[in-house]
């Protein structure tokens, strides 16, 4: 790779300069900058591919028209783009700068003479409602509007791309692209995925492929402008012998053109405009190795019908609609072929965002329960130029060797790095290649270290059991012994779900305030305060006992037999009778009133019921998971045993999937020895007392 390719990188933003005098904000520079920048990396291409053609041809032998139109169109066979000023005429856009005065018709001309695609990638001459990816005319106008076209135009002409070869401009066009995810990018990382990380994902599929000449096909979603996918075939052909085909798909207009206009330089390339999520350009297809670095923390909102009514079958689950990482990560392994490898740049919420049963946690259990996690690596932090936030490589194999079936490998690579000598955006540090060496000897080996650790799939499983708590008192007991049986319609014994009272009176003193309730179906309400009974219903009656509260002492129920209340400090329900107070254990007392609409034989009525229940509280323990079922069942079972001390129930049992790093490689920091701080604390004795003798000197 020629490093003289970059000096061009500080002529390419000086030309912001014009844009800054123009008043133009910063975060607008992509949308001035992509078109131009896009013309002369396609003006110089072209122009090297005229001479190289010219050299299949002899150039004194085309002196006829038939001569030339063969030459044309031999170069037009080549499917790359192409310009009728720059190519018949040899007229280019530095030649149109040379004269101020036909600037504005040459300029035009010069435009209008690309290709149709290229038009229409460019956005020359595309109305409002016409599709188009850039907007070079747009943009045009605005800056002929400021007087600065010329000026603008002029400094981009003079970038001469022609020396440099395609992987060169490509270089130089993947550190400008950066730039503009530093100040336009509204989520972190969207745009462009560092040099260093794009060789680390190399590296690893390197590592897992083999040097035998057959056909490649390499996939990403979400491609951008295509430097993660170009850059990925780009080493694998500077070390593998293999033909390789590139396929992407993005939904940004500006970088779907340039990505576009890139591939038609590439032996063998297919892009396509379009939502990944929504849209699948190449249903048809299974790909050997799919690479991509996804929006994430964006919301899927917007397409959520599409989503939610998708009939390909790749969306196992949906995770939450803020975030629609794991949409893109779904519709991956969807087209990855039955041996495909695949390499995912996530954020950390991905690991363990949801509880059991989420879809997030859903989604990671459906990975892991078809095997296809091999390995997840986590970065360094302030390693992406638009967040400082850990990211993690995902890497999915469909193909995985048999001794690593069933097994995952966390690799903690977050100390592996050099810290740049100036920062670019928010990326302050690189993995250099003994860095990114260590990661790869990691994941090849296999073994644990200090950095590296290797689990049984099902070690990253959890049951999340729920149970259903009985509440009891000080003694033990619960109201669910005293509840009464009954049969059912099957005729078998069962007991009732709570004891009905016939009450008389429910009173409770909250705050010097005595609630008191004596009439327990009413017809009647004041008709000065209410509406309605429903009004007396709503605005009334309801607030009123929900006032009435068992955790404050006393809440009574008088019948004409017994007197119930809930004794707090006991926390169990007491009945007064004649004959003395029965403790009938911890429960509820229920109040509920309900409204009786009117019939054409009854009146309207508010009836207020009263029952004694048990006290049910819904729980949920997280117990590890074994995936042996009996195995399983009983280590809950033991668990249940060991901590739960109250009566419960079995509910349903769910279980999830979470990965935490920071568990796993968490190092508690070594405390110092007593002796140690004794001896310090000395020291700092003697410092205050010579102190304060200095003082009293």
Known sequence: MSQNILQYESKVWSTADLLIASGIKQSDFPKYMMPYFAMIMLESRLIRHYKELLKDFDAETIKDIDDVNDFIEEFKDYNIGYNDLVIKNQKTLAEIC??????????????????????????????????????????????RKKDILFDTVKKWSEIDLTPFNNSDITTLEEHIKRKWADISAETAGEQYTPDDIISLISEIILSKIKDNG??????????????????????????????????????????????????????????????????????????????????????WKGYKKDIENDTTERFHALPSIS??????????????????????????????SGDAGSGESNIRKYFFDN???????????????????YTYLWIFNKNKSEE???????????????????????????????????IIDALTNFKDTEYARVFDKWHFYFNKQAIMLTNVDENGLTLEDRLPIKKNKAGESIRANSIKLNPIKVHQKIEDEEIEIT???????????????????????????????????YLSVDTEKANYYFDTEKESIVAVHKNGADVMGNGKIVIKPTFKKATKIREASIT??????????????????????????QDIANFMAKYITKPFRYIENTIGVEINFNKVFYKPEKLRSIKEIVIDLKELENKLSNLEQELVL
């Open 519 to 553: 009439e327990f179906v009413l017809t009647d309400f004041d008709t000065t305060r209410h509406d309605s009974l429903f009004d007396y219903f709503s605005n009334h009656i309801k607030p009123l006992i929900a006032n009435f509260d068992q955790s404050i002492p």
């Open 371 to 389: 095997d296809w996690v091999e390995a997840i690596i986590q970065m360094p932090t302030d390693e992406f130029f638009n967040t400082g936030i």
């Open 98 to 143: 040379r004269n101020d005065k036909t600037f504005d018709n040459d300029f035009d001309a010069y435009l209008k003479a690309f290709d149709p695609e290229t038009k229409e990638l460019l956005g020359v001459d595309r109305g409002n409602t016409e599709e188009k990816y850039l907007d070079i005319s747009g943009v045009s106008g605005q800056l």
């Open 608 to 633: 207020i019921s009263v029952e004694l229940t048990p006290d049910y509280e819904k729980d949920y323990e997280v117990i590890p998971y074994n995936p042996i079922e009996v195995e399983n069942q």
């Open 323 to 352: 975030d629609g990482q794991f949409l893109f990560t779904q519709h991956i392994l969807s087209q990855l072929d039955t041996k495909g490898l695949s390499v995912v740049v996530h954020n950390g919420s991905t690991l363990f």
């Open 214 to 299: 057959e056909f490649l096909t390499i996939y990403d979603p979400t491609c951008g402008g295509g430097n993660l996918l170009f850059g990925v075939e780009d080493r694998i052909k500077e070390h593998f012998n293999r033909p390789t085909k590139t396929y992407g798909e993005d939904w940004s207009d500006s970088l779907y053109a340039l990505a576009k206009i890139e591939s038609r330089f590439r032996n063998d390339s297919d892009i396509r405009y379009g939502n990944t999520l929504t849209n699948i350009s190449f249903i048809e297809k299974q790909f050997d190795i799919i690479v991509a670095n996804p929006p994430y923390g964006v919301d």
């Open 404 to 438: 690593r079936k069933d097994k995952v490998i966390l690799i903690d690579g977050s100390k592996f790095y050099e810290p740049l000598k100036k920062s670019k955006g928010k990326k302050r540090k690189e993995m250099v290649y003994d860095n990114r060496k260590t």
